[in-house]
């Protein structure tokens, strides 16, 4: 059992909480303000616990980004002491809200949050990951008719590895997961998300992955 941090409590992070705490992995979702978590976390397992963000960086063993990408680096700047040594994953998306909310304009434009990330954290080890797909794939891959991609980057293989387990305890099978190489591969999976306004425009809020077919 891996103790792991999720810093952010939206859909995204609580689909997350929820798979991996039913994987057998001891979850904690870190929140703005705990003491007002009690309505959404009587729709989450109860054996998931809520603390403040600095809290889950300094306890858990893995800690998962999944605050909104535009706002990413200024609401984790103050933990680098509680995240050195540990591995981040990043899940978000770092764009500029388009007229009609969608995401648009990159706001990491020749970089990538995950690169920001890793050199506002010399001391953590960054993994990109699950950033191409809506958030009901993250957690149920298989659900779609055509077998979806996740993409991997990071600069250290061990953390990596540790990630590509717990892709394993999401659903992933590891024909479906492809390690793209170091931490500058994230500016080409975040990039994917300038694809995704224009899928849902067309076809509405359906579960998709941007995905290698060969």
């Known amino acids: 059992m891996t103790s792991i941090g ?3 409590a939206g859909r995204v992070g609580a689909s997350l909480a929820g798979k991996l705490s039913a994987a057998g992995h001891h979850v904690t979702l870190g929140v703005r303000n705990p003491e007002e978590t009690s ?35 200024d609401r984790l700047t103050d933990l680098r002491t509680e995240l050195a040594g540990k591995i981040v994953v990043d899940v978000s998306n770092a764009t500029r809200e388009a007229d009609d909310g969608l995401p648009g304009a990159l706001c990491y434009p020749g970089s990538s949050l995950a690169e ?11 993994v990109k990951t699950l950033n191409t797909m809506l958030f009901t794939v993250m957690t149920a891959p298989e659900t779609l008719a055509t077998p979806p991609t996740v993409y991997v980057s990071g600069n250290d293989e061990h953390a990596k590895k540790t990630v590509t387990g717990l892709l394993g305890d999401l659903g ?12 500058t591969t994230a500016r080409a999976t975040e990039a994917m998300i300038l694809v995704v306004p224009h899928i849902l425009r067309r076809h509405g809020f359906q579960p998709f992955a941007v995905s290698i077919a060969q």
């Open 39 to 73: 309505a959404p976390a009587e729709s989450i397992d109860p054996s998931i616990c809520f603390a403040d963000h600095r809290t889950v960086a300094r306890t858990a063993d893995i800690v998962i980004n999944a605050t909104p990408g535009d706002s990413t680096l």
């Open 6 to 8: 999720i810093l952010g």
């Open 116 to 126: 920001q990330l890793q050199a506002l954290f010399p001391d953590t080890r960054v």
């Open 172 to 183: 992933w099978q590891p024909a479906w997961i492809e390690d793209l190489g170091d931490i």
